[in-house]
């Protein structure tokens, strides 16, 4: 295959349960109203992105969706311009080196927060990939809305653009037929929608303020920072960084709606920012504030317990986290590092050593087999590839330029 001229040289469901659990959710909330929106919704015609692209893979077939697109190994990387976001589609090579493949608009804007420099959304989880049902989310925070994609391969399809049901979306969370949007400004929130086929409906009543204070600046650190499931969907996790120095855990009922409130640990001067989840279930967190990682075990009143101490990574703004089986690699836009670390089974980490990227390293996505990491960095909007070795030490193996990402945000792998 060709390699494509950003590249630059190497450094040394089952279908009927689907559909049953889409109209219970309706029937739980009464949403005669919502069903008919749907139905007219699902019956528009797409806003295509990429013209004599194939219609989007409908739920019954999801798991085919999964192994084309696991096949295919795409990257796709959000550019968060401000001008005109874009999405930009690039190919995997079987080395793991990527050659673009397409640039797609959103139909929306990027946004920047104040006070942020290489990471304008501040937040982890901005570009979200559904790779079940073939879908992949896009926030456009200068906009107010979200983007949905359906994925052919390493190509797009824009679907619906749709409102986030806040101001300035930064995250995405899905789990199922339930896709929930973070907004970072007036106080925070977020927003659940029910996905039918290829689109998504809003519900109002999924709605959920997170009464931060929304005078607080700056901005880029005063906002929330991640909202994702638990492995199970029984819960919805939210960070919120320096605005409430928290973490905020959702309750999600059995049709998809969270509860009226967190629960909500404190977590004074941490600043948590972004996280994932171990394959033991626990929540790896980064805390901005003494650039490190701490590991809670969440149990199923959503209450969080703290396991040892948090760990530091010696690294300046540790903020963004990404995992690969047993092994966790942290970002540290600061300095311009990776910080990796392995988890054993009772949730302590051992740091695996710091690898170095270009300026501003930001969101990070690891390739489904686990063998690939690539991490997004914002100084120059560059993405930096690497090999995960047996032991988890990553090995640089190249770098692509993402056009007008400068600051951009929003990462996700196939």
């Given at each position: ?39 007219a ?130 995250g ?76 905020e ?43 490190a ?24 703004a ?9 092994r ?27 690898t ?33 070795g ?9 770098s ?15």
């Amino acid at each position: 295959m060709p390699v494509s001229r950003d590249r630059r040289p190497a450094r040394p469901a089952h279908p009927a349960r689907s559909r049953m659990h889409a109209l219970r959710a309706f029937g739980a909330l009464g949403a005669l109203g919502a069903l008919g929106a749907a139905t007219a919704l699902v019956a528009a015609p797409a806003a295509t992105a990429a013209p004599h692209a194939p219609a989007a893979p409908a739920a019954p077939a999801a798991p085919a969706a999964t192994a084309h697109i696991h096949s295919a190994a795409p990257v796709f990387v959000q550019s968060d311009n401000p001008a005109a976001n874009t999405v930009v589609a690039y190919h995997r090579a079987a080395d793991g080196t990527l050659s673009r493949a397409g640039v797609y608009r959103t139909g929306g804007k990027g946004g920047v927060l104040d006070g942020s420099v290489v990471d304008h959304l501040a937040s982890q989880g901005s570009l979200v990939l559904d790779a079940r049902h073939g879908l992949l989310y896009a926030v456009n925070a200068g906009s107010d809305t979200v983007t949905v994609f359906a994925v052919h391969s390493d190509r797009l399809e824009r679907v619906q653009v749709i409102s986030s049901g806040g101001d300035f979306p930064v995250g995405v969370a899905v789990h199922g037929n339930a896709v929930y949007v973070l907004n970072a400004l007036d106080g925070g929130s977020i927003q659940g929608f029910l996905r039918i086929g290829d689109r998504l409906v809003r519900l109002p009543s999924w709605h959920r303020g997170l009464g931060l204070d929304p005078s607080a600046a700056p901005q880029f650190t005063h906002t929330p920072g991640q909202i994702s499931f638990t492995p199970d969907g029984t819960k919805l996790v939210v960070t919120t960084k320096a605005g409430g120095n928290s973490i905020e855990v959702f309750p999600v009922g059995p049709f998809g709606g969270p509860a009226a409130r967190p629960v909500v640990t404190a977590t004074p001067d941490a600043v948590p920012f972004g996280f994932t989840f171990d394959p033991a279930g626990r929540l790896q967190v980064t805390e901005a504030g003494p650039n490190a990682v701490a590991t809670f075990t969440l149990a199923r009143d959503g209450r969080l317990t703290q396991v040892g101490q948090p760990v530091a990574t010696g690294q300046a703004a540790t903020c963004w986290i990404v995992g690969a089986g047993d092994r966790l690699y942290a970002s540290n836009a600061g300095s311009g590092s990776l910080s990796g670390y392995t988890v054993d089974r009772h949730g302590a980490l051992s740091a695996l050593g710091d690898t170095a990227t270009d300026g501003g390293t930001v969101d990070a996505a690891v390739s489904s087999d686990g063998r690939y990491l690539y991490a997004q960095t914002g100084a120059a909007g560059v993405v930096d590839e690497f090999r995960v070795g047996r032991d988890g030490s990553l090995t640089s193996i190249g770098s692509v330029t993402v056009p007008d990402a400068v600051g951009g945000e929003g990462i996700a792998a196939g």
